[in-house]
């Protein structure tokens, strides 16, 4: 099973709201990532973590706060977010960080208004 | 640094034709390269991987193969389908575990 979930799939909020968005995986996978895909372009990646701990933040903005409380769970949290956040979120993980397959989830399509 | 091309879309096609979607890179060590392929309004999905120079990924029909003296990982499929139309995408994955994407190739298969 090669299975990664995320919920929600849609979310839209205001710029003053907090939300969270939730990524599962149970393929024993150490590495987790988060992605941002706007449309017509190729994902970017935002973090990595390795064995629970944030090994790459790829200068991201503090309103988006991420969270891996075990192993199989990422969270990102979003907070004061901009219209320009607007995208499709992807979640993704792989074995231990290293060359191997990272693994996509659906994503959650997030509008800001 | 590391990057990717592929060739610029979008690609018309019709049912039954050749497909051949360029891709070539540029990487310091020995990369993992992989294409994955997005259908409207979904995730990622891996289609086809090589890990070293000569293997050949496939799957679905599809086919690339990891040529190093030419630094490319072109996608092929001898028949395509509707079912197929998509963005593909070419990456490769250095040993730090990032993913270097190509800007895409949308694909769109008429009957």
């Known amino acids: 099973d090669t299975e990664v979930t995320q919920t929600p799939k849609h979310l839209v909020m205001g710029m003053t709201n907090k939300k969270s968005l939730k990524c599962e995986q149970h393929m024993g996978h150490r590495a987790m990532y988060w992605y941002k895909q706007k449309a017509k372009k190729p994902p970017e990646l935002m973090f990595v973590?390795?064995?629970?701990?944030?090994?790459i933040n790829e200068s991201v903005p503090s309103r988006f706060s991420p969270e891996c409380p075990n192993s199989s769970l990422l969270n990102l949290h979003l907070h004061a977010l901009q219209p320009e956040d607007s995208a499709l979120y992807l979640c993704a993980s792989s074995q231990e960080g290293g060359r191997e397959t990272q693994y996509f989830g659906p994503g959650t399509r997030l509008l800001v208004l | 640094g590391d990057s990717v091309t592929q060739m610029e879309g979008p690609v018309t096609l019709s049912e039954e034709a050749f497909l051949t979607i360029n891709c070539t890179y540029t990487?310091?060590?020995?990369?993992?390269l992989f294409w994955y392929v997005q259908y409207p309004g979904e995730g990622l999905q891996l289609l086809l991987k090589a890990t070293k120079a000569d293997d050949k990924g496939s799957n679905k029909g599809f086919e690339a193969t990891y040529r190093k003296e030419t630094t490319s990982f072109h996608l092929e499929k001898g028949s395509v389908q509707v079912s197929d139309s998509a963005v593909y995408f070419c990456a490769l994955s250095d040993l730090g575990g990032k993913l270097i994407f190509g800007q895409g190739t949308e694909l769109s298969v008429k009957p």
């Open positions: 990487a310091t060590g020995y990369p993992s």
């Open positions: 973590y390795s064995y629970e701990k944030l090994s």
